[in-house]
């Protein structure tokens, strides 16, 4: 959470809770095909949205219906993620189709070691070597 962040906006999150599921349901209903267009589509317009105007979320704006059309489209981005497997999670909020999916997820994810705990393996030089270190010609310019 950061102080005064998009996470820190409990209108956002509450309309949010409200919204989001509205439109799984609008999506559940359309046919497997027509869903994932809607789907694909959602997705885009949510995240051009949120890149030109998410500001508006966060400060309002003057425009009259530029902070609605922002939030419809990131309610509907977030709803369009809800069918991925795992779901979507924003400001701490997750919406899913199927949360076994999520919860299996989270299991295999703890049980993974993290990429954090190993040790990169040095890459192996692929041509000649001294003591261990690539050898590499290098020319010269000539000095006249
Ligand atoms: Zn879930």
Known sequence: MHPNGIDDNPLLT????????LHIMNLTQLHPNVRERVRTRWAADGVDEIAYR???LQFGSKKRGEAAAAFNALARALAAGAFQPGGITFCGLHWCVDHTECVDAERQASERPSLLDREPEPAKPSGPTWRGRPVTDVMLPEVA
Not at 14 to 21: C, D, G, K, S
Request: charged content about 20%.
């Open 14 to 21: 509450t309309a949010l809770e409200a919204a989001v599921p």
């Open 54 to 56: 998410g500001d508006t």
